[in-house]
Structures are given as C-alpha cells and as structure tokens.
C-alpha cells in the first residue's frame, strides 16, 4: 500500500478551502480523510471515522478548542468540511472522569457542545477521539489487518507483526467503555503510533495530518507483508454441476424467495446485485463454503448491512430448475428459523428489550456463479455485495494466515442491535414503489420517458429499453444512478429476452412492466397495403404479446406477483378515419391485456390498460398532428385540445394514469382512458 500524500494537492485543499474561511487544520483533514476514504482496502460505505483538534469561533466570537470528527451519515471518500462538526473539546475529556455513561447520554451531550447546533451527530467513536491526547486521529476498517486480527490467535499474531509500535486493544462496543480502555492502553504504551482494535479495526495518530495518514499506510503494510508471507493457499474445490444455469434464470428464484409476503397482496421484496469472478469465484466455489461463509461478519461494523451470516445455496444444475428452486425455498426458510433462533436466545439474554428485524439475507452466496447482494434498493444491494465482496478477501487472506475466526454471535447481536448503529439505517418512510423494478419499452419516447421519471420518483429501481440505445441510455441517466438503459427491438422475441436477461442479472428481477412502445400507420383500410397492416401488428400487437411473455416467466418465477400495463390508445375503442392500420391492433392489445388479467391473476399478476389520446411524442409528431387535425377539419389547436376539458393532455399526465395501476393493488382487467374527455372513446 503506498501513500498518495501529494505536497501540492495539499496545498490546494488548505488554498480552496482558505476562501471559505476554513483554517488549515481543516482542510488537510479533509484532504487525508478522502485519501483514506477513496479506497475500498480502508474503508467502505460510510465506514471508519477521523478528526483533528484545533480551535474555532462560536456564533458569538469566542474562541475554542474544539474536536472536528467526521459526521454520522458522511461518506470519507467525499466529505466535506460540513462533515465534520466541531464539537467543544474540554466538556468531552471532563467525560472520561465518569464511571459510566449511557448511549443515549453520551449522544445528548454530544451534541449539546456542538459549535453549530445544526451540524450532523458526531460519530459514536467521537469521545475516542477525544480522550487520546494527539492532533490528528485516523481510525479505518483496514481489510488486511482485520486478516490478521480475526483469528484464534489474532492478538499474538498482532504483536509479532507489529511489536511495541502498535498497543492492542481487546473488543470492546464502540462508545465511552471504549473510549476509556483504548486511552488506558494508549497511556500504558505512549510511544506507539496507534492501536489495533481487536476484530474490529485500526487507529493510528500524529500531530500532523500527512504524519498520521501515512501512519495509517504504513500500518496497513505491514499486516499485507505479513500475508504475503503466508502464500497463496490452494482452498478445495466443491464438485460442480457440468452445464449451470444461467445467471438470468436463477436471480429472479433467489429474489422471490428472500421476499417476505406482508398478506392483502403485498410484498417485502428485495433489489439484487450480482458480482463473479476473480476471488468471489474462489470463494463461493470452495468446497467447505457453508462452514466458512457462516463464522461471521470480519468486522461489527458491517452487520447491519450484511447481517451475521450469507445464504448459502447449492450450484444450479440447468437441467433441473424445479430442484433449485425448491431448495432455495427450504434454505431461506432454514435461514430465518437460524435468524429467528439467533435473536430469542439474544434478546433473553439482554432481557426482552429489543424488536426482531425482519431475517431474510443480505447476501446470497452460489456455487459456480457467484455473489448476490441484496437490500432495500439498488444502492443498498450495492453496498451489501461491496462488504460482502470486502469480506470475501478479507477471510480468505486469514485463512491463509491461519484460521478465520470472527467475534461471538452475542458480541455481534450487540452490535447488529445497538441503537447507535441502527441509526445509521435511516427511518425514513418508503416510497410507494420502493423495492420493485419496472421495466419500460419505448423507454425514450415522451411517454416512456415521463414514466420512468415517474415511477423513479416513487421509488422504483428503472430499465428503459428502447430501439435507440443511446436515447434509452440518456433517459436512463436522467433518470437515476442506478437506473439501466438497453437497446431493445421490441419486435424481436430474442432481443427481448436478451434484454429481461439483463435485467434480472442487474436487479434481481422484474416486478412491473409498462409495455408502451408503439408507431402509427395511416392508410384508408380498403386501401391498405397487407405489409403495412402486418408490420403494425408486429409492433403495435406482437410484440406487447411478446413483452408479456417474458415478463410473466420472470414474475411467475419470483413468486410475489407483478402489474403488466399496455398503453392501447383511444384508437382501440374509438377509431379514427385512416387510422386503421394502428387502430385495429391497439384494439387487439387492449383484449390482451384482459386475458392476461383473466389467465394470471391466480399469479397474482395484475394486467391493466392505458388508452391515451393526443400525446405530443415521437409517435404523434407535428406532422402527424397537423395531418390528423386535417383528417377532422380542425385547427391543430383545436385538434390538440378537443376534449370535454379543453385541455391538452400530455405524457406527464398518462404516467400518472400508469403509476396509479402500479399501485392499485386490486385492480386487474381494467381500462383506464386519459383523454380529457371524449364520450365517443367511453368504454360502454
């Protein structure tokens, strides 16, 4: 591990920063936070915490010493000076002369000696920070270390890479016990550069940044020497089915299973991310996976993310589905028994007191294929597989070393059910279509582009698909950070399926789909050429028919229902003159969405129509509303806005009308018109 300490970037920090009026001390430990941060070796999501003692003015001009320490919800990789409030030095170290003090005390107190009393709680380490005498603190979740430290023998292990450099302390929660015995053993050792927290990781300190950073580098290095040393062990290798199935196929069977049925046709599910290759591979095809994935988490702190242990699954054979889906069915129940047990015998310990999280995994280990992330939403499920993925490397570098050996179930039950650490979960209310993915065709035309925006805003992870990759790339990058934008020929069944592949490869599955693409083709019927007429069946029939069929195999495999909704037209109901060509298949769509509400509703698959008049889009261009408008006698005005409301009617306005069936959980068959108002398109 090398430094990335540069002298100038330095400078630019302390220079940037000194137009804001933030002194130096500040903006070097912005500087080295974000160096330790930006690597995932350090330090992961949210992990790991650093400070620096200097003085500051409060709002009426007093000066103070304070301690900036790093903000709960801050991320090191990008924090900012506002993530780390400063906090009044002497009251936090008058603290230590306590005998004990509560969490909930602690963080009032906190709080109450915040320079700015709407800055961010301090981190639950913060009188750690406190009562050791140094400028400049570093503490990180350093994987290398945690390799060294989590075994039998981790602390003997410890002393002999490190000496009389590093003082060891034992595991003990974060917060003030904590805080006291890492001063004490600091005391009995002054001379050392930092601390090794047991299992749980490491501090170092200077009186300058750039000193206590490379401190922490210098640290981390040892303890990657010392694995280095130990070699590269050859772990055995569990046997293998000869053909596996497909990524693809078994993700939406992982993602059903982990979803919890809360009754009345509600879900609990879970967003995936899929990771192989490289030491996951390794890992996950190591013959005595099960006893090594299932020790425990290799740091406390990513048990709230991860929990204490993976799913493991068997490898899936491709010629038999039905058995690999029938064990992840009992294997998931086995897991929430396990949970279950695991949470009744640590809550009578603790007294009664706490309230069972819900058990589904986190992370789901395969055989052959590879890791399973797993969480509320795709940045969830993203953080679980990065930590699970940390973890990985992690525990086969102890194994090399030694023997991987992780904290107590009841230590860790401590931690996966401390308030302090549970806050950092957030409370905040879900979105209505929070933990459900909705694939959208004809993703970058006015419609299904103000659908994905839609359904986005409520909550929902979004594919866009659309013939034009790169427009469905844009609308998916305005859509969100996550969101997944795939050239789709509609019309195509393997490119269909080619792109709901990859849909459940990136999100686990699919749990609504807005089938929408469409053109239109004029022509006086007895006139029309058969090729036209056939080709606008393609689109404008087949290929929803098509959509609809991948769709209900992928939901039909999950197991927790879905919604399938059509944008018919008003055309299926009320034709218009030379509209036939696009008319008549419309009308054909919109029997279709019925008959797959009557054939899957014992699924629980809802399917639900949108018929939709004059929409400025690709579809009804200018020219084609000046031709239509010419078609009635219309003024193009008049055309646009010739309903009973006089209004226009945009894609805004037929989104709204698809995140209602989204979210109408008992309405299946139905037709829902957004044209203003035209009694001859009533449906009778």
């Known amino acids: 591990m090398e430094s990335l300490w540069r002298d100038r970037d330095a400078a630019d920090y302390i220079a940037r920063y000194g137009e804001r009026g933030i002194g130096e ?9 974000r160096l330790l941060g930006g690597d995932p070796r350090l330090v992961l999501h949210g992990g790991g915490n650093t400070s620096v003692k200097t003085r500051m003015k409060d709002l009426l001009g007093d000066e103070h010493e304070v301690l900036c320490v790093k903000g709960s919800g801050w991320d090191m990789a990008v924090i900012e000076p506002e993530g780390l409030p400063a906090v009044r030095l ?5 603290l230590r002369d306590r005998d004990v003090l509560s969490d909930e005390d602690m963080v009032a107190f906190q709080r109450a000696n915040l320079l700015d009393p709407a800055a961010p709680n301090p981190s639950v380490e913060t009188l750690l920070h406190a009562f050791l005498p140094h400028k400049f603190i570093d503490h990180t979740h350093a994987l290398a270390v945690l390799s060294i430290s989590d075994q039998p023998d981790g602390e003997a292990i410890c002393r002999d890479v490190y000496g009389d450099e590093m003082a060891i302390v034992p595991f003990i929660m974060p917060g003030f016990d904590l805080a006291r015995a890492a001063a004490e053993v600091y005391e009995n050792n002054p001379d050392v550069a930092g601390l090794i927290l047991h299992k749980h990781g490491i501090f170092t300190f200077a009186d300058t940044a750039r ?7 210098a640290m981390v290095s040892r303890a990657e020497a010392r694995i280095a040393a130990a070699g590269r062990r050859v772990f055995p290798v569990a046997s293998l089915p000869q053909r596996l199935a497909a990524t693809a196929d078994i993700a939406p069977v992982i993602r059903g299973a982990c979803a919890m049925d809360r009754g009345d046709g509600r879900w609990d599910r879970l967003i995936c991310d899929f990771r192989s290759g490289g030491r996951i591979t390794e890992f996950v095809n190591h013959a005595d996976l099960a006893d090594l994935a ?3 988490v290799v740091t406390p702190d990513h048990i709230i993310r991860t ?3 993976p799913l493991v699954l068997p490898a ?3 010629e038999d589905p039905a058995a690999f889906r029938k064990t992840v069915r009992e294997r998931v129940a086995d897991y929430q028994a396990l949970y279950h047990d695991y949470f009744t015998r640590n809550n009578a310990r603790l007294g009664g007191v706490k309230t069972e999280l819900d058990p589904m995994p986190r992370v789901a280990l395969v055989p052959g294929i590879g890791l399973f992330g797993m969480g509320k939403s795709k940045r969830d499920a993203i953080i679980a597989a990065d930590l699970a993925e940390a973890a990985i490397s992690c525990i086969l570098d102890a194994e090399a070393v030694g023997r991987y050996e992780a904290l107590p179930p009841e230590k860790l039950f401590d931690m996966e059910y401390w308030s302090l650490e549970q806050a950092k979960l957030g409370k905040a209310a879900e979105k209505p279509l929070a933990r459900q993915v909705a694939a959208i065709t004809g993703g970058a035309g006015a419609i299904g582009r103000a659908t994905a ?6 909550g929902a992870e979004v594919a866009v698909l659309d013939l034009d990759g790169d427009a469905a790339a844009a609308v998916a990058a305005e859509t969100g950070a996550h969101a997944l934008g795939l050239a789709c020929d509609v019309t195509d069944p393997a490119a269909i399926q080619a792109a709901f592949s990859r849909i459940c490869e990136n999100f686990g599955g699919i749990d609504i789909v807005v089938s929408n693409a469409g053109a239109a083709w004029q022509g006086r019927i007895g006139e029309l050429d058969d090729g036209v007429l056939r080709k606008s069946f393609e689109l404008n029939f087949f290929a929803h028919q098509n959509v609809s069929k991948a769709a209900v195999a992928v939901m039909r495999a999950q197991g927790t229902g879905g919604v399938l909704l059509y944008n018919t037209s008003k055309q299926a109901i009320n034709p218009g003159p030379d509209f036939g060509a696009y008319g008549l298949p419309k009308a054909a769509t919109l029997f279709l969405s019925r008959q797959y509400a009557l054939e899957y509703g014992r699924d629980g698959i809802r399917a639900n129509a949108v018929n939709a008049d004059r929409i400025r889009s690709g579809l009804l261009s200018d020219e084609m509303i000046a031709a239509r408008a010419r078609a009635r006698g219309l003024s193009e005005e008049d055309y646009m806005a010739g309903n009973l409301l006089g209004l226009e009617v945009t894609a805004e306005d037929v989104a709204q ?7 109408a959980r008992k309405t299946t068959g139905d037709v829902t018109t957004v044209d203003g108002g035209n009694i001859a398109a009533c449906l009778r």
């Open 307 to 309: 929990k204490n242990w």
């Open 25 to 33: 001390d500040l903006a070097l430990r912005v500087y080295t936070t």
């Open 211 to 217: 000193e206590s950073y490379e401190r922490m580098i």
């Open 316 to 318: 899936p054979a491709a």
């Open 453 to 458: 925006l839609l359904f986005a805003a409520n």
């Open 657 to 663: 009308a698809f995140l209602h069936h989204a979210l």
């Open 90 to 94: 002497a009251p936090l170290q008058r």
């Open 294 to 296: 299932g020790r425990g």
